[in-house]
Nanobody, 118 residues
Framework: VQLQASGGGVVQAGGSLRLSCAAS????????MGWFRQAPGKEREVVAT????????TYADSVKGRFTISRDNSENTVYLQMNSLKPDDTAVYYC????????????WGQGTLVTVSS
């Protein structure tokens, strides 16, 4: 199982970034996908999740209205569009896979750093 996250970088407050996570087919098919983040000195937290059929999407309260999760099942890729970024959004962002029939996120990407300057 391989997950490759990309799209992180440095952006000013109020700016936008789009994260991408490409997964190997055996991991992606039927799976729910999630974006998580971990800021320095803090615990990892869930940012957004999306099911295979896109029937259920969830967001952390802190990003609602600013972030949008989406997926392209034909490309085995999940995206996180981040708008109106704030310094508090600074973190390493991870994508993860919750395989079909499994209750937890089992596979994790390597993370991509997002830095929002004030």
């Amino acid at each position: 199982v391989q997950l490759q996250a990309s799209g992180g970088g440095v952006v000013q407050a109020g700016g936008s970034l789009r994260l991408s996570c490409a997964a190997s087919t055996d991991a992606f098919r039927g799976a729910a996908m999630g974006w998580f983040r971990q800021a320095p000195g803090k615990e990892r937290e869930v940012v957004a999740t999306i099911t295979w059929s896109v029937s259920m999407i969830t967001y952390a309260d802190s990003v609602k209205g600013r972030f949008t999760i989406s997926r392209d099942n034909s490309e085995n890729t999940v995206y996180l569009q981040m708008n109106s970024l704030k310094p508090d959004d600074t973190a390493v962002y991870y994508c993860a896979v919750r395989p079909y029939g499994v209750s937890t996120y089992k596979y994790w990407g390597q993370g991509t750093l997002v830095t929002v300057s004030s």
